[in-house]
């Protein structure tokens, strides 16, 4: 059974952002990344004591996108990387940060180096089409073999996913699928979490 993380922006909510990830960790979650690249670290980190509160609550693993000195204030569970965070290195290293530390990647050299790197997971994207990404090719059910082959670290996939697109990824080695929009703009985000869980055993 492939795990369900959930990855933020406030700004898609139709609703209230924190009864959406509240409702959205009641679902069945395996984990929240925070993903607010407008907010200033003073606000992210505010916001990220209130969404850590939520996910304590509900046993759902917290992971700060970017900042590890929010990820430190708050005591959660990682950061994630992306291509505008600091090198991991430094993160190991310099900064000694000892959390769980992940790291997207959008093809198998990104992923061999980044496990060679320290990294713990990596997030794979985006995999179907999505408006997040405007104009940019998805790489398909092929970038996901393609890292799989080169890296053996747990493997996330992200981008387009909906309950219609998870029985062709229950068929890659995956630890788990990340979702931004389809939980961030339902109306009902515990049901649309619940409607991937099922969408696994089709």
């Not at 759902?60 to 900042?67: F, G």
């Not at 998870?166 to 985000?189: D, F, K, N």
Request: net charge neutral; aromatic share 4%; proline share 6%.
């Amino acid at each position: 059974m492939m795990k369900i993380w959930l990855v933020t922006n406030r700004l898609l909510c139709p609703g209230d952002f924190l009864k959406t990830v509240a409702e959205a960790c009641r679902g069945g979650l395996e984990a929240v990344i925070l993903r607010e690249k407008d907010l200033s670290p003073a606000a992210l980190y505010e916001l990220a004591r209130k969404v850590k509160s939520i996910t304590d609550t509900h046993g759902v693993k917290l992971l700060i996108s970017n900042s590890v000195e929010v990820a430190s204030a708050v005591e959660c569970d990682g950061v994630h990387l992306g291509r505008e965070a600091l090198p991991l290195e430094a993160i190991r290293g310099k900064l000694c940060y000892r959390g769980r530390v992940g790291v997207s990647v959008h093809d198998p050299s990104a992923a061999r180096t980044a496990e060679e790197k320290g990294a713990d997971y990596l997030l794979a994207g985006h995999i179907f089409p999505t408006s997040s990404k405007p104009g940019l090719p998805p790489g398909g059910l092929e970038l996901l073999e393609s890292i799989r082959e080169v890296s053996s670290l747990p493997l996330l996939a992200i981008g387009g996913i909906t309950p219609e697109k998870v029985p062709a990824l229950c068929r890659q080695e995956l630890e788990g699928i990340a979702v931004m929009s389809y939980i961030m703009q339902s109306p009902e985000p515990y049901r649309a979490v619940r409607e991937l869980i099922q969408a696994q055993g089709k």
